[in-house]
């Protein structure tokens, strides 16, 4: 394995560490900057909805950039404007500025999202084996030290640029330094050789894009609902409340450390449907649990189950086509914030308007129908990832710097 490729690595996944801190520094100091700019409870979630809706646009926008412009070119400048807009959201002091931090933020998030599972999929083509899990483990990590920070800012009642301009200061140099060893993969040879790959047919995507929004619905219930329903129907303490993100985000993490080994050893095929029925369990757990700590255990089952669904069905994506795997992610990454969108309204109105256990249940059914789909996550032979992992690189790929 060559230099280029571990420097490239490596830079990448402190990319996907980075943006992992910065998205946690925001939401999860949502009342804090409701409350510094007096935006009210009912122009809260447009403020909330409008940047999933122009991360899509930013991610459309990358999938045509991406035919004449690098996706490192594109990560090296769309993660500065994050982590500036992050800043600005913070140290604003009128709505029209929240409003345009938030806009930045999320037509910048579009492109970085789309652009670092790019580089991370063409990684993976170049090293031969899976390494999409280690990325998004890098992700989690980011998630919980951004949430932890954010924890201290609200314990120790400072400012929100207070917070966020050390967090800045660090990360934003870092970043420039380490996007000069990002690394840019061809198409696969194969798909050179064999003329596959010309294009994206959607009707072969759509399986992903489902699961992609099913995984995403699932993982915003937690982000959004864990706490409330610890309180609320399984009679919690407020602090004990809290716990659940946090457990979900740990065991995140540990099954992205070790996901990659378990689809080198089983197949992607495998690990998916394991971790559907995981996380199925974990919701089925939540759903019934008599009280708060076996509704802990859900929330467990549930950052071991979901945290594979992600990374693999972008892996899968550029597998499935190997001449256009850049533009293949850019729309597969749309139905990240079609999850994100869809999640949240949809337990609240079922837990509103039925009950919170049963809204529960709704998620559960909606992961699993990933079985239906688990077959499009399989390596195909005459594709990248015949048999679960190639022992040399075929192509190392074109390394950033210069652009």
């Known amino acids: 394995m060559t230099d280029v490729l571990r420097r490239g690595r490596a830079s990448l996944a402190f990319s996907f560490f980075a943006q992992g801190a910065t998205f946690a520094l925001l939401v999860t100091r949502i009342p804090a900057i409701q409350d510094r700019y007096g935006v009210s409870d009912a122009l809260l979630p447009v403020f909330l909805a409008a940047v999933p809706v122009l991360a899509g646009v930013g991610s459309v926008t990358t999938e045509q950039l991406v035919k004449r412009i690098r996706p490192s070119r594109l990560l090296r400048w769309s993660q500065p404007v994050v982590l500036l807009a992050l800043l600005g959201a913070g140290a604003g002091g009128h709505i029209a500025e929240l409003a345009m931090a938030l806009g930045a933020f999320g037509l910048a998030v579009g492109a970085l999202d789309a652009s670092m599972n790019m580089l991370g999929v063409s990684l993976q083509r170049s ?30 009642h400072l400012a929100l640029w207070v917070s966020y301009l050390p967090v800045v200061a660090v990360l934003l140099p870092a970043a420039l330094v380490g996007s000069r060893w990002y690394v840019d993969g061809g198409p696969a040879p194969m798909a050179e050789e064999q ?57 995140t993490l540990l099954g992205r450390t070790i996901g990659d080994f378990g689809v080198r050893r089983f197949g992607a095929v495998a690990v998916v449907r394991l971790g559907t029925l995981v996380a199925a369990g ?24 979901l945290c594979v669904l992600v990374p693999q069905t972008f892996a899968a994506a550029g597998r499935l086509f190997p001449g256009a795997s850049d533009a293949a992610i850019a729309r597969l990454n749309i139905f990240n914030y079609v999850g994100f969108l869809i999640g949240s309204p949809l337990v609240g109105a079922l837990g509103d308007g039925w ?16 079985l239906v789909y688990a077959r499009s996550f399989a390596a195909q032979p005459d594709r990248y990832g015949g048999g679960h992992e190639r022992p040399r690189t075929a192509d190392v790929g074109r390394g950033s710097n210069g652009l």
């Open 355 to 370: 009950s919170y256990r049963g809204a529960m249940l709704v998620p559960m059914v909606l992961v699993l129908v990933t």
């Open 195 to 251: 003329g596959q790959g010309a294009g994206v047919v959607f009707k072969l995507l759509l399986p992903l894009c489902l699961v992609m929004t099913f995984a995403y619905i699932g993982d915003s219930t937690v982000s959004n609902w864990s706490a409330k329903y610890l309180k609320d129907v399984l009679g919690s303490s407020e602090q004990l409340a809290t716990v659940p993100y946090n457990v979900y985000m740990v065991t």
């Open 127 to 156: 090293y031969g084996r899976s390494i999409m899990l280690s990325f998004h483990a890098a992700y989690s990590l980011g998630g919980i030290l951004g949430a932890s920070l954010a924890w201290a800012g609200a314990h120790w």
């Open 282 to 305: 974990g919701f089925a757990v939540v759903a019934s649990a008599p009280g708060a700590w076996v509704g802990m255990l859900g929330f467990t089952l549930l950052g071991l189950g």
